[in-house]
């Protein structure tokens, strides 16, 4: 009996068929049940993308790629022209977004890199191009300064954008420097000044610029506007003289308004300063979480 069970044994442990490890099935993750509370769940849009936001951001970065052609066609006012409307797209991209409820992490990155084509490279050859390709080195060195400035000043503001304070940005933001620079070459090409008659001012425009955009001076943001709150019928009178100065000579106005704003951030900082709150121009401290 012994022998028998054994071999018996044996052979329903050949018989037994080979098989290969499976992984474990993942689960989808369950939600929690909210119809206690009444709450909806949260959508889900970390790969989300959809399409009006992200169009007018694909607008904004062919003004961009506009103003480039432009300027390598020797045309600097359909260029400077091209940055701000340029200008005009980014600010309603994420208006769009949020009335809309289609914000995504794709949105805000293709974003960036929009910005950084409209805002950061296409100023720097527009400039170039028109003023400062006879200075040399010093040239094309004043136009790096201003790239490299608006890259830095787009990578911080995507890092910190969660504890700066909304009200003021930290630097001059992207599109109001890159408006200074357009704007100058626009005034000075409707009044049929050539670049190489101002190219140290634009030098030093172009600079100022690319340096404002990574201090620390705050400007404001107008982010804590509220648009739906009502307001007395003098504010729409005011508006309505606002755009009836820029359309009246909109090279001039333009760029008054935004050397205005260039201007302003330095303005606030002394005004802190003078309240005992002081402004470093120029941060000396590592970022939170840049300890490597």
């Known amino acids: 009996m012994p022998i028998f069970s054994h071999r018996k044994n044996k052979a329903k442990t050949a018989a037994k068929p080979f098989r290969l490890n499976r992984l474990p099935l993942r689960r989808a993750p369950v939600q929690a049940d909210t119809s206690a509370t009444g709450a909806a769940p949260a959508p889900m849009r970390g790969r989300a993308i959809y399409l009006l936001p992200n169009a007018f951001t694909t607008a904004a ?21 091209a940055i701000f409307a340029a200008m005009v797209l980014d600010a309603t991209d994420g208006r769009v977004a949020r009335l809309t409820n289609t914000q995504s992490e794709f949105g805000a990155q293709y974003d960036s890199l929009s910005d950084m084509v409209s805002f950061g490279a296409a100023p720097a050859l527009i400039v170039y191009e028109w003023a400062l390709r006879g200075m040399g080195k010093l040239g094309w060195l004043a136009a790096f300064i201003y790239c490299a400035g608006a890259a830095l000043r787009l990578a911080r503001f995507n890092t910190n954008i969660g504890v700066v304070d909304k009200r003021f940005f930290q630097g001059l933001p992207s599109p109001a420097a890159a408006a200074l620079v357009a704007g100058f070459i626009w005034l000075m090409d409707d009044l049929r000044i050539a670049g190489a008659d101002f190219n140290w001012l634009s030098w030093v425009i172009t600079v100022y610029a690319g340096l404002t955009m990574v201090t620390n001076v705050p400007f404001y943001s107008f982010k804590d506007v509220n ?30 308004l935004f050397v205005i704003y260039g201007l302003s951030g330095y303005g606030v900082a002394a005004w802190q300063w003078a309240k005992g709150r002081p402004v470093s121009i120029v941060q000396t401290e590592p970022e939170n979480g840049d300890d490597k």
Request: aromatic share 18%.
């Open 61 to 81: 970065l062919f003004c961009g790629f506009y103003a480039i052609v432009m300027a390598m066609n020797q045309q600097f006012t359909n260029a400077a022209v």
């Open 227 to 256: 648009y739906r709150k009502s307001v007395p019928f003098i504010a729409i009178f005011l508006i309505a003289l606002v755009f009836v100065a820029v359309s009246s000579d909109p090279p001039k106005v333009l760029f008054g």
